[in-house]
Each structure stands twice: as structure tokens, then as C-alpha cells.
């Protein structure tokens, strides 16, 4: 039987492989950044300082560090172990047992900053099951264990600007309207998918003057005043669909 050829061009990688691997070195240094060795008796006195009680042991970037490996996959006693691999090599320091990491893990403030102003952003949500279960036992035994929702707003170039995170009934749309009122100083535009096509999020757009790259449905209505409708008109004057941004 004669091969068939394959239709269409030839896929070309354009991608800047030196670029890639930079970031991918950069995620490494992240993971795996022990500078509480470095800072840890500073921030134990600036903790300590005017406190009541049993004084901190630990410092916060200690617990950071700890909160980036439990992400990534090491469980409580993983975490144990690797700050008791540290103290042999250092000094024999106190090592913090994994019921003390879980509570402070835990308490961790969740937060970020905006790494510049001007700021190209977008808005993208996700969801993660809290457990393996399968649909067919969620239905056959009406066991539910809902999800988790994270939605993020983030820049062009991969930072985090803020996030929020919730259970299945999490409304993205207000999500992405809260952080981007949060942060409206540093943005000057935002993207997002057809999800966000809507009057709410157009008109808080354009209360702060921000410009938008909102995914327009094909059935949009452009009658009417505001955000939405002016947006909609020049997009059905363009006589071509925007693209949704990729990357977010």
C-alpha cells in the first residue's frame, strides 16, 4: 500500500531555546532557594521584637521555602527530612517537625505584587479535583468532593499579579473584576477569553480607562451605550474574530 503524505506545512519550531532553558534554570533556583540560612537570626529578632509569649523559633522565609516544595509535591515528612539534611551541614540547627510546618504553611499569607506598572494582563481560571475519585463513583454512591478554582491575573511575561482561589462555585468573571480593581494603578490592559464577554467587566474596563482584548461572542448584540456595545460595533467592523490570547 503506498504512503500517504502528509497534508499541510511543515511545522517549524520557532521558539528561542536559550530563552526556554534560562526559564527553565530560574524555576529551579525558585524551588530550591535556601536563603533562611542566610537571613534566619535577622528575621527571628525582627519577629521576636515586642512579642508576648513563646518567642518564633523559625523564620518566615523558612516556611516559604517549605510552602514551595509541599506545591510541588513533598509531602509534611519530606519536609522534615529536608531541613534535618540541612542542620547536619550546618551548625546542627533546631529542626522544625512536620506538625509545626503543616500549621505554619498554613498561615501563610497569600499575596502578590505587581512587577511594574503599565501592564499587559490576563484573566484565566482553573479548576483541580480534591480527591482521585471517578465520575462513576461520585454518581453511583452520590459521593461529592467538589473542586478547587483558582483563577489568576498575570502578565505578558508569566508573573502573577494576584490570584484568587475558592471551591467549584467560585464566579471567575467577578474574580477577575475584583482583582482587576485591585490593581487597576498598574495595568494598562486586559485580556481574557469569551468567558468575560460581558457588560459588568466592560464597564469596569472602561470606568478606569483600561483598555481590553475581550474574546467578543459572534452573536454579540451591539445596540445599546456602554463599554460593551462600542466594543462590540468596532469589533464587527473589523469583519474578523479576535483571537484569544494564548499563554495565560
Not at 485591585?182 to 469569551?194: P, Q, R, S, T, Y
Request: aromatic content about 8%; proline content about 3%; overall charge positive.
Amino acid at each position: 500500500m503506498a504512503k500517504k503524505k502528509r497534508g499541510g506545512k511543515k511545522w517549524q519550531d520557532n521558539r528561542d531555546w536559550k530563552a526556554y532553558n534560562e526559564q527553565l534554570v530560574k524555576r529551579g533556583e525558585f524551588y530550591i532557594n535556601p536563603r533562611f540560612l542566610e537571613t534566619w537570626l535577622k528575621e527571628i529578632r525582627e519577629m521576636n521584637h515586642g512579642k508576648a509569649g513563646q518567642p518564633y523559633m523559625y523564620p518566615e522565609s523558612l516556611i516559604e521555602f517549605f510552602g514551595v516544595l509541599k506545591a510541588k509535591g513533598f509531602s509534611l515528612r519530606d519536609l522534615q527530612g529536608v531541613v534535618q539534611a540541612l542542620s547536619k551541614r550546618f551548625n546542627n540547627f533546631p529542626v522544625i517537625c512536620f506538625s509545626q510546618i503543616r500549621r505554619r504553611v498554613l498561615k501563610l499569607p497569600l499575596s502578590f505584587n505587581a512587577k511594574g506598572s503599565n501592564l499587559v494582563t490576563g484573566i484565566d481560571g482553573s479548576g483541580m479535583k480534591v480527591s482521585n475519585r471517578g465520575e462513576w463513583i461520585r454518581q453511583k454512591w452520590a459521593v461529592r468532593r467538589g473542586w478547587i478554582k483558582v483563577v489568576i491575573l498575570g502578565d505578558v511575561d508569566g508573573n502573577i499579579v494576584d490570584i484568587r482561589v475558592g471551591n467549584e462555585d467560585v464566579d471567575e468573571r467577578a474574580a477577575g473584576r475584583g482583582m482587576v480593581c485591585d490593581n487597576k494603578e498598574n495595568i494598562e490592559k486586559v485580556l481574557a477569553d469569551g468567558l468575560h464577554d460581558c457588560e459588568a467587566t466592560f464597564d469596569l474596563c472602561g470606568d478606569f480607562e483600561l483598555e481590553t482584548g475581550i474574546k467578543i461572542r459572534e452573536n454579540a448584540n451591539e445596540s445599546g451605550l456602554g463599554a460593551r456595545p462600542d466594543e462590540v460595533r468596532l469589533y464587527k467592523n473589523l469583519g474578523e474574530p479576535l483571537k484569544e490570547p494564548s499563554g495565560l
